[in-house]
């Protein structure tokens, strides 16, 4: 069945830009499906992982390197990050490839977080600058970690955690911390007007599935610029870069369109074309899910739907 899947972001990212009146009529005759919101939610939507699991350091792991289905490791995700102190608390600026790293940055830094985590028994690389990794022994408890886009602009607070296993890791981040801020690399970096890596941001650990059990995804293509969709894809289905426009697919295809914050060029761009494909019979079903949690359903016979009100506010707007 040929079908197109966009993944939005939520409806606050758009901030006080318009939707254009002939996608709001039209989104407005679609089956309306409210989820849960985030991300994360988001993406479970679509592949699904063997157990509810979300190992995403070893998925991401194996795109990156190749090397995470030693049968003794467990993976995590260290990531290099920036975290502002404010008079509530201490916030989660960025992460990650909106830090910009080089590879010049991680062998500055690198050497002088790897004993600490040596000594604890865990192995810290960078193989891409934007994704560090922790490899720890498969056994190791490791706590369920906050996904960073989740927790960007959150307090710290905000995802404290008391069980034993998480205070050894808060330990070892506070450690991080502590040399990152006095590291004459990131006093540069500030200097030059570059933003500091002063913290370490953990998720997304455990082992790499276990390859007899298959993750699944109804999308025989998915298009994404996002290492964390495509670390999740990559083992369940065919991935590609995103294209610069609707092109409209041969198959069952997603689209992740989450980082797009110009709503013109979204309806112009993506939205208008697979409307039009969806007229022309050229394509069966366009569902739209955005980070809000709403998921939007069109097929071509929603057109008759006359009687229904334009959706203004976002493409999953109740009406």
């Given at each position: 069945?040929?079908?197109?899947?966009?993944?939005?972001?939520?409806?606050?990212?758009?901030?006080?830009?318009?939707?254009?009146?002939?996608?709001?009529?039209?989104?407005?005759?679609?089956?309306?499906?409210?989820?849960?919101?985030?991300?994360?939610?988001?993406?479970?939507?679509?592949?699904?992982?063997?157990?509810?699991?979300?190992?995403?350091?070893?998925?991401?792991?194996?795109?990156?390197?190749?090397?995470?289905?030693?049968?003794?490791?467990?993976?995590?995700?260290?990531?290099?990050?920036?975290?502002?102190?404010?008079?509530?608390?201490?916030?989660?600026?960025?992460?990650?490839?909106?830090?910009?790293?080089?590879?010049?940055?991680?062998?500055?830094?690198?050497?002088?977080?790897?004993?600490?985590?040596?000594?604890?028994?865990?192995?810290?690389?960078?193989?891409?600058?934007?994704?560090?990794?922790?490899?720890?022994?498969?056994?190791?408890?490791?706590?369920?970690?906050?996904?960073?886009?989740?927790?960007?602009?959150?307090?710290?607070?905000?995802?404290?955690?008391?069980?034993?296993?998480?205070?050894?890791?808060?330990?070892?981040?506070?450690?991080?911390?502590?040399?990152?801020?006095?590291?004459?690399?990131?006093?540069?970096?500030?200097?030059?007007?570059?933003?500091?890596?002063?913290?370490?941001?953990?998720?997304?650990?455990?082992?790499?599935?276990?390859?007899?059990?298959?993750?699944?995804?109804a999308h025989a293509q998915v298009c994404t610029d996002d290492p964390t969709l495509h670390a999740l894809a990559?083992?369940?289905?065919?991935?590609?870069?995103?294209?610069?426009?609707?092109?409209?697919?041969?198959?069952?295809?997603?689209?992740?369109?989450?980082?797009?914050?110009?709503?013109?060029?979204?309806?112009?761009?993506?939205?208008?074309?697979?409307?039009?494909?969806?007229?022309?019979?050229?394509?069966?079903?366009?569902?739209?899910?955005?980070?809000?949690?709403?998921?939007?359903?069109?097929?071509?016979?929603?057109?008759?739907?006359v009687w229904r009100r334009p959706r203004i506010a976002s493409p999953a707007a109740t009406s």
């Amino acid at each position: 069945m040929i079908s197109a899947t966009f993944l939005l972001p939520a409806a606050a990212r758009f901030g006080a830009q318009r939707w254009q009146l002939d996608v709001s009529r039209a989104l407005g005759r679609a089956d309306v499906a409210s989820l849960a919101s985030g991300r994360r939610a988001q993406l479970a939507r679509h592949i699904e992982l063997p157990g509810g699991s979300w190992p995403l350091a070893a998925l991401s792991r194996q795109v990156d390197v190749g090397d995470a289905d030693a049968s003794d490791s467990a993976w995590l995700r260290a990531d290099p990050a920036w975290l502002r102190p404010d008079i509530n608390g201490v916030r989660l600026m960025a992460h990650g490839d909106t830090l910009g790293l080089t590879r010049e940055d991680c062998d500055a830094l690198l050497p002088a977080l790897q004993p600490v985590f040596g000594d604890a028994g865990f192995a810290l690389d960078a193989p891409d600058p934007a994704r560090w990794y922790l490899r720890v022994p498969r056994a190791s408890p490791l706590p369920e970690f906050p996904d960073p886009s989740e927790a960007l602009g959150t307090d710290l607070a905000d995802h404290d955690d008391d069980s034993a296993p998480a205070r050894r890791w808060r330990a070892l981040a506070t450690e991080a911390q502590i040399i990152l801020h006095n590291h004459p690399w990131n006093a540069r970096r500030v200097a030059a007007g570059r933003t500091p890596v002063n913290a370490l941001w953990f998720w997304g650990g455990g082992p790499l599935p276990d390859a007899r059990v298959h993750t699944r995804s109804a999308h025989a293509q998915v298009c994404t610029d996002d290492p964390t969709l495509h670390a999740l894809a990559a083992s369940a289905t065919t991935v590609a870069p995103l294209p610069q426009a609707f092109p409209a697919p041969r198959d069952a295809a997603l689209f992740d369109l989450v980082g797009e914050r110009d709503l013109r060029r979204l309806q112009t761009d993506w939205l208008q074309p697979a409307l039009a494909a969806l007229a022309g019979g050229r394509l069966r079903t366009l569902t739209i899910d955005d980070e809000d949690g709403n998921v939007l359903t069109l097929r071509r016979w929603h057109r008759l739907r006359v009687w229904r009100r334009p959706r203004i506010a976002s493409p999953a707007a109740t009406s």
